[in-house]
């Protein structure tokens, strides 16, 4: 069945009972009645298959699970009130005192506080890779390397780390990968495919697509999931049925707003290379990129964002942001609206010109999020911003 196919039609049918409805419905209940002890007694024998509270299942969660897990070709998936909670269960049910975390040291800001603020609280050790060594056995593994985290690509510079290559260098040395896919998603990158072992996404971004969902998705193989899944009753960062139907209704739109995104992102990139007032385009679709090769190898399209670095710094960047008409002046990413924000007023902000220079981001830099918008509507608005 093809992805588009499968993006419209699995996990739609995932019912309490018998319904005839075209779409999902909302079980938005706490809890599931039981007709007798006897029926209780079976849900039990079962290992809790079934439906009984729905801190533990909800079907309509159920069936966006059930979407999510054939989107990524997993064998399942579960979903969190957020991409940070998803992160938070991951960590705290498959790493314990004594294990060491090895993370990318460019990463996503918030899975940097957990490993440098919560995990060592509970003895957990984490050790930050530079991108270009994480395809390095020597430099990553060490004696107490439980689990390897890194994503691609990588914000606000778009630096891609090779997939495959770290998924093999940990199943080698019988450690955990984890990749965040929050910027690729399986359309433009199947991480599972190439070997990770579980593929984390902030669904908040493209997956919904429509930035008025907040929720996080883990997806991989029955077993790896089941310690998770635990983790979740007992944590309880669920989704709310609510939010998880609006997530299944966006991810049904999920290939042909991807498709379009890399498209008008490839045509925006490449019409603004070679602008005097830019010093760089970042783009992984663009030959100049420095991660260009690894792109090409494990992309299937080049994804929706685009990072400028303007030639005249700071103040150029600030005055760019505030002449924006179209584009909004928001963070976050991956909806249908054109978002643009300041790497140093957002994801980077407080660091150090030293710290900033070592992440490779300049205070020049301005981070778009393509929408849906046309191409031509795009361009006109970043030029008449660069002034
Ligand atoms: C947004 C984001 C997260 C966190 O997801 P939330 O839904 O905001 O909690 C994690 N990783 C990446 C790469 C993100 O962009």
């Known amino acids: 069945m093809g992805i588009r196919t499968r993006l419209v039609q699995v996990g739609e049918h995932v019912t309490a009972g018998d319904t005839p409805a075209l779409t999902p419905a909302i079980y938005e209940t706490t809890t599931f009645s039981m007709p007798s002890a006897a029926a209780l007694q079976a849900y039990q024998a079962r290992e809790r298959e079934g439906y009984f509270y729905t801190r533990y299942d909800n079907p309509t969660v159920v069936g966006v699970e059930q979407k999510i897990a054939s989107l990524d070709g997993a064998e399942a998936a579960l979903l969190f009130s957020s991409g940070q909670s998803a992160t938070t269960h991951t960590l705290l049910s498959l790493l314990k005192a004594g294990d060491e975390v090895v993370c990318s040291a460019a990463i996503y800001g918030g899975t940097h506080h957990l490993l440098t603020d919560l995990l060592p609280r509970l003895g957990i050790e984490h050790r930050f890779v530079p991108v270009d060594d ?51 998603s399986a359309i433009n990158q199947p991480v599972l ?62 290939s042909l707003r991807v498709m379009q995104q890399n498209a008008t992102a490839l045509e925006v990139a490449r019409a603004l290379e070679g602008d005097p007032r830019i010093r760089q385009v970042y783009y992984p679709g663009l030959e100049s990129h420095p991660d260009h090769a690894v792109a090409r190898a494990q992309m299937c399209g080049f994804g929706g964002m685009v990072t400028l670095d303007l030639a005249d710094g700071e103040a150029a960047a600030f005055r760019f942001f505030d002449q924006l008409m179209l584009i909004q002046r928001a963070v976050s990413l991956g909806g249908v609206e054109s978002l643009c924000s300041l790497p140093t007023l957002s994801s980077h902000a407080g660091l150090t010109d030293e710290a900033l220079a070592l992440a490779g981001v300049s205070r020049g830099m301005v981070r778009l999020s393509l929408g849906l918008e046309e191409a031509d509507d795009i361009l006109a608005d970043i030029r008449q911003a660069l002034g």
């Open 193 to 254: 495919a190439y070997g990770v072992d579980l593929c984390m996404q902030s669904a908040t971004k493209y997956l919904n697509g429509h930035s008025d969902v907040t929720a996080g998705a883990v997806s991989g193989s029955t077993a790896m999931l089941a310690p998770i899944s635990h983790m979740r009753r007992l944590i309880g960062g669920v989704l709310d049925p609510i939010a998880a139907y609006n997530l299944g209704r966006g991810m049904k739109s999920l």
């Open 134 to 184: 994480l395809t390095r056995a020597d430099r990553v593994i060490g004696p107490r390397t439980r689990m390897v985290w890194f994503e691609s690509p990588i914000n606000p510079t778009l630096r891609c780390v090779d997939v495959r290559a770290v998924a093999a260098l940990c199943r080698a040395a019988g450690v955990i990968s984890v990749a965040d896919n929050t910027f690729a």
